[in-house]
């Protein structure tokens, strides 16, 4: 925890201007792109990442998709996750976020920018209403991310099981999976020091539908956490 504190302090100049920017984009969204909304991030996670000693070793862009849509599909070690994937990809995106969690400064902010999709998880109608709007968005060329832990539990480089549920999107829009490997991403906000620290986001090879349109979402859930495991064991050992 003592790193959020610091970095709060450190990049609170430019934690006002990202909130100005987000009130902006939620106020009058026609004035501002998706693309310029995304690099405010990508300014501010930089700025964030070189204050608080924070380093992020990426691989794997080469197996992004050039064009079209797709779902990114990352395991879950902290609050970080979120920060360092979108670090690590130039192009806009967007995340499935619970409502309740996507409330808080900052965050709400955040989360405006990159146009996030906020579902509240104790309504079953608004759970299927937001999903449907999420397959119409992949449909039309938008870029997301899902966490198919759904929370993480402090389970550091160890994986949980993978919700099948999480897949159905990206199944419905019949678009590409790509699995994405978190590495030591818990230790970034998690430990209770500023030290330097490092963290790691691999992209691996994606599933396009002709890959997975036999399989069931609890298959392809299986088949995409093997994977993670397969490179986070592969770095980590």
Not at 39 to 60: C, D, F, M, P, R
């Amino acid at each position: 925890m003592l790193r959020i504190w610091y970095a709060i302090i450190k990049a609170f100049p430019d934690a006002l201007g990202l909130i100005r920017k987000g009130r902006e984009a939620k106020k009058h969204p026609e004035r501002h792109s998706v693309e310029e909304n995304y690099n405010v991030l990508l300014h501010y996670i930089e700025v964030l990442q070189k204050k608080a000693y924070i380093t992020t070793i990426v691989s794997g862009t080469e197996n992004l998709p050039a064009e079209g849509s797709y779902v990114m599909f990352p395991n879950h070690q902290g609050k970080y996750d979120g920060i360092g994937l979108i670090g690590a990809h130039k192009k806009p995106c967007t995340v499935v976020i619970d409502a309740k969690r996507s409330r808080f400064p900052i965050v709400d902010e955040f989360i405006t920018l990159i146009g996030g999709f906020r579902l509240d998880r104790t309504s079953m109608r608004s759970q299927f209403e937001g999903m449907s709007t999420i397959v119409d968005e992949i449909k039309a060329g938008r870029r997301f991310i899902v966490f198919p832990e759904g929370m993480y539990r402090k389970n550091h480089n160890n994986v949980l099981e993978f919700r099948p549920g999480a897949f159905k999107s990206a199944i419905r829009a019949k678009c590409p999976i790509v699995p994405v490997a978190l590495v030591d991403s818990y230790k970034v906000f998690e430990y209770n020091s500023i030290k330097p620290v490092q963290s790691q986001v691999h992209f691996l090879k994606p599933l396009y539908y002709e890959d997975y349109k036999d399989l069931t979402s609890q298959q392809i859930a299986d088949k995409v956490r093997e994977a993670i495991v397969e490179k986070i064991v592969s770095v980590v050992s």
